[in-house]
């Protein structure tokens, strides 16, 4: 069964610092690009950051560069996003996706094959 387990959510103030866990379990996770998308009560599902399978590259979207560092453990099937400098409007609900095939562009939700269920992230200002 394949499994993305999102944990690490929580609440913070502002200008605080969360690390945010993928796990994965059920599919081969090196050949597959992990990407952090976002999502806040009546916005669209937006890409946060993403990190290559083919050679580790790293994406992010312009409001969160500087801030968010997306890493991963192949030995342990878990990307990590690390999120500093956390802002209110950062306040949505995270999810880890995975893509097998890297051919398009890495925000595009329609590319992903795997979602995990969310993790609430609350910042408060």
């Known amino acids: 069964e394949v499994q993305l387990v999102e944990s690490g959510g929580g609440l913070v103030q502002a200008g605080g610092s969360l690390t945010l866990s993928c796990a994965a379990s059920?599919?081969?996770?090196?050949?597959?690009?992990i990407t952090w998308f976002r999502q806040a009560p009546g916005e669209e599902r937006e890409g946060v950051s993403c990190?290559?399978?083919?050679?580790?590259?790293?994406y992010y979207t312009d409001s969160v560069k500087g801030r968010f560092t997306i890493s991963r453990d192949n030995a342990k099937n878990t990307v990590y996003l690390q999120m500093n400098s956390l802002r209110p409007e950062d306040t949505a609900v995270y999810y880890c996706?995975?893509?097998?095939?890297?051919?398009?562009?890495?925000?595009?939700?329609?590319?992903?094959?795997?979602w995990g269920q969310g993790t609430q992230v609350t910042v408060s200002s």
């Open positions: 996706a995975a893509d097998s095939r890297e051919t398009g562009g890495w925000d595009d939700v329609g590319m992903y094959d795997y």
């Open positions: 990190i290559s399978a083919i050679d580790g590259s790293t």
């Open positions: 059920g599919f081969t996770f090196d050949d597959y690009a």
